[in-house]
C-alpha cells in the first residue's frame, strides 16, 4: 500500500550552519539582487538546528496576506539568502519561499551574499 504521508511532510531544509561547519571560509562576497530559482533554496539560516526546522504556521494571517499578495502579482521586498556551493539557504522571507512554492512560482528576487569555502 502506497504511503501519502510522503505528501504532507513539512519542507525540509538543511542547516546553513551544519553545511559549514568545519570547513574554512575563502571568501564572502555581496552579489546584489537578482532573481533566483525558488528550487535552488534548499536551506535556512538561523531556522535549522540538529536536523530540525522552525515551521511556517500557513494558517496565520501573515501567510495568507504574503500569498495574497504574490498571486496578485505585487512586488514584495527580496528575500535574503546565503549561497554556498550553488544553493541558497534563506536568511529572511521564509514567508515568502513558501507562500511562492505553494502557489508555483519559479522564481523570487532575492539579495544574494556568497560564500566559498574549502
Given at each position: 500500500?502506497?504511503?501519502?504521508?510522503?505528501?504532507?511532510?513539512k519542507p525540509r531544509y538543511?542547516?546553513?550552519?551544519?553545511?559549514v561547519n568545519g570547513r574554512k571560509l575563502i571568501s564572502r562576497s555581496?552579489?546584489?539582487?537578482?532573481?533566483i530559482d525558488v528550487n535552488k533554496i534548499v536551506g535556512s539560516v538561523g531556522r535549522c538546528?540538529?536536523?530540525q526546522c522552525e515551521s511556517i504556521d500557513k494558517n496565520s494571517q501573515r501567510y495568507k496576506n504574503i500569498k495574497k499578495a504574490l498571486e496578485s502579482l505585487k512586488v514584495l521586498p527580496a528575500i535574503k539568502v546565503y549561497v554556498v556551493d550553488n544553493e541558497y539557504y534563506i536568511v529572511d522571507g521564509h514567508h515568502r519561499v513558501e507562500?511562492?512554492?505553494?502557489?508555483?512560482?519559479?522564481?523570487?528576487?532575492?539579495?544574494?551574499?556568497?560564500?566559498?569555502?574549502?
Amino acid at each position: 500500500m502506497l504511503s501519502v504521508l510522503p505528501f504532507f511532510r513539512k519542507p525540509r531544509y538543511k542547516s546553513f550552519d551544519e553545511q559549514v561547519n568545519g570547513r574554512k571560509l575563502i571568501s564572502r562576497s555581496y552579489k546584489g539582487t537578482r532573481p533566483i530559482d525558488v528550487n535552488k533554496i534548499v536551506g535556512s539560516v538561523g531556522r535549522c538546528h540538529n536536523g530540525q526546522c522552525e515551521s511556517i504556521d500557513k494558517n496565520s494571517q501573515r501567510y495568507k496576506n504574503i500569498k495574497k499578495a504574490l498571486e496578485s502579482l505585487k512586488v514584495l521586498p527580496a528575500i535574503k539568502v546565503y549561497v554556498v556551493d550553488n544553493e541558497y539557504y534563506i536568511v529572511d522571507g521564509h514567508h515568502r519561499v513558501e507562500a511562492s512554492k505553494e502557489i508555483g512560482m519559479e522564481f523570487l528576487d532575492a539579495e544574494i551574499i556568497e560564500f566559498k569555502y574549502h
